[in-house]
């Protein structure tokens, strides 16, 4: 007969997994027994388990708590050699259940497999000591000491130890209690993100086609959506989901689903592969790591070595590359670049595993921070100052799951995309629905960490400002070692990256610093008269004095020079300096005023059609006292200013001339 707490019962109706938990432990201690003993279903699902009493395989099981809570359960194998299909099984998991025998104490897996779980991010849990049957009080005494002696400086420390059999029930419903007050402290927001899941097994079911079974490790999916398989590029839609053998709608992360895919066709998805929102994540081979080793390696690992490399549900030969020194040992942390052998679909903030292949061990473990297209790995030193800045190596075990996902928008738009990109492309690079990138932009934007320009495209302050910076730095070296005063906006942006708004905006802020003038399509810089030796000061003062003198009668550009006794390049650099600082107006070729009498000329005008109606060309020469030439040339600019409009020999204001007005 099962023994099992009220409340263990199957639900009429699927309720909402709450979570994923896993068993964990060496062969032959309980696990599959105790999974069954709470749930009543048989986790050995293989005729070859079920035959030996041996886990190999992962194991699936629902486990219902009463109220509608539902956590989902993975049996994990314990013989060294299915730790393959334990790394697979934790992926994804909020909380284990570490199971150790009471007759055996702690052994090798025992020790492994709280190796792997610290390493793969799981950080909360309890411990089943089970068969406390099979000893005397005494014994499990002291076996409660020495567990809780091995468990000291791991994430499991000060986790509940419940002696329990599965065979007589003892203990059972003190466990029981004991679990369910640690689900509901450890239940936790639903990973966000695009949807992945990767593959743990897929089959042909005769009238469906390809099923996959997996549990995802972000996002969410339902029944019609269309999905990838990474590597391969295969798409299709899926026709139906089971999650923990029930149908549903939906599934999402930390749940057992199985995928019916009937588009993948006759060949099944293989092991390793990942089902995913098509178009957002591509298999790569190398990867930039933080690890950490396990305690008491020997020999250490070293610079170069070639290893196992375990993500998801995949495995693969791989080469590791330290950066920071050449041999790690037990119980340290490093960065490092991984060069897997084959194309693995894996991103930015995944767990790994690494593993000796002889003799078997696992060595290290720890997440993703970066991924290389390609086949070339980048710079040692560059690359490290980027992997240096990584959110990820200065996060809390308490920081929310939003400020995760801040700091990692910030940090990507900082280094990968300094000069900014829009939200489909942050949320696409990080795998992030368009949704979440743009929340997680606001709440930057709100902080002052990013600036949003009008067409919705995005840049790290910290980068915006150091663009800000070169620019000045640029303008001014132009004004002080190649003499120029002025420049063309399309000249002074040449070298900016990004959308045209983004120049804009640096031109924008300079000008608003006093740094720059902006006029027509030139850029002055206000404080270019510092470029002007003694000579040209006292020239720029002539010129002036020349055209405010001459009013509606001013000479010629090209009369200029005679009359100040300079060269004509030197008067023609002097007069664009003047012009591109608004302090005179070239109307023409051969007419050039002075800006305060264009303002007059421009009153006079207005004045007129206002009072008229309308000004009659030819008679504008007498507003000012001037000759037609003069005359023509200012009311052709003030058309081209849109001031006025021009019908026939007469000129009327146009729309809004207000807005247009010098």
Known sequence: MT?????????????DVIMMLCTAGHVDHGKTRLVKM??????DRLKAEQERGLTIELGFAPCF???????????VPGHERFIKNMVAGVSGIALTILVIAADDGVMPQTIEHLQIMELLGVRQGIVAMTKIDMVSPELAERRMEEIRGFLEGSFLEDAPICPVSSETG??????????????????RARAGGVF???VERSFIQKGFGVVATGIPVAGSIAVGDQVELVPGGLTGRIRSIQCFLRDATRGAAGQCLALNIPDFGKRPAERGQV????????AAQIFHVHLQTVLGIEPPLRHAESLKFHTGAGETSATIYLLEQKTLAGNQVGLATIVAAHPVAAASGDRFLLRRPSPAATVAGGEILAVTPGTQRPRKQALLSRMQQHPALAATADASPEARMDARIAYHLAIDQPTGATVGEVARALLLTADEAEAGMRRLAKAGAIVTLPDGWRVA???????????EARLTAVRDNEGKLSIPIGETVKGVDGPPSLAKRLLEDLEQQGVITVRGGKVLLRNADDGLDPEDRRLADALMKLYEDGAFASPRPDEVPELLRATPDRVERLLGFLCDGGRLVRLSKNVVLCYDCIRQAQDIAVASIEKHGVLDSADFKHHIGSTRKYALAILDYLDARRITVRRGNNRKLAANYQERLL
Do not use: K, S, W
């Open 65 to 75: 708590l009463g109220d509608g809570l539902c956590v989902g359960i993975v049996d």
């Open 38 to 43: 709470f749930t009543g279903c048989t986790t």
């Open 3 to 15: 023994l099992r707490p009220p409340g263990l019962l199957r639900a009429a109706e699927n309720p």
């Open 275 to 282: 089902i995913c929102l098509p178009g957002h994540l591509t």
């Open 170 to 187: 003892e203990g059972l419903f003190p466990f029981y209690d004991t679990l369910v007050q640690m689900i509901r402290n450890a239940a």
């Open 196 to 198: 992945r899941m990767p």
């Open 461 to 471: 302050v910290a980068a915006y400002t150091e663009r800000l910076r070169r620019l």
